[in-house]
């Protein structure tokens, strides 16, 4: 089994900060590309960021210049450091890992149950 824990959302002023985590665990045999995705109420998912796992980073252009993606490889690990936040930041961010299990041939696509992120202006 795996699983992809997130933590670090919160309830946050426009022009403030939050850092999320997620942390990837279980059987693992190697991680790829780990991300952030972000869904507002009515909306459909999006792209936040993504990291490969050489440090390779894209970041979406809404986002960009005020969100950083690092990631730790050692701890399967991936970090989303958000500033200047502002409300049309306001979603459920997920987590996403690309990573190969114990017992696969392939790799796969893993989702956290999501942070909730809200702005208040």
């Known amino acids: 089994q795996v699983q992809l824990v997130e933590s670090g959302g919160g309830l946050v002023q426009a022009g403030g900060s939050l850092r999320l985590s997620c942390a990837a665990s279980?059987?693992?045999?190697?991680?790829?590309?780990m991300g952030w995705y972000r869904q507002a109420p009515g909306k459909q998912r999006e792209l936040v960021a993504t990291v490969t796992s050489g440090g390779s980073a894209n970041t979406a252009d809404s986002v960009k210049g005020r969100f950083t993606i690092s990631r730790d490889n050692a701890k399967n690990t991936v970090y989303l450091e958000m500033n200047s936040l502002k409300p049309e930041d306001t979603a459920v961010y997920y987590c996403n890992a690309n990573l190969l299990r114990v017992g696969s041939v392939r790799a796969y696509n893993y989702w956290g149950q999501g942070t909730q992120v809200t702005v208040s202006s």
């Open positions: 279980g059987s693992i045999i190697s991680v790829n590309t």
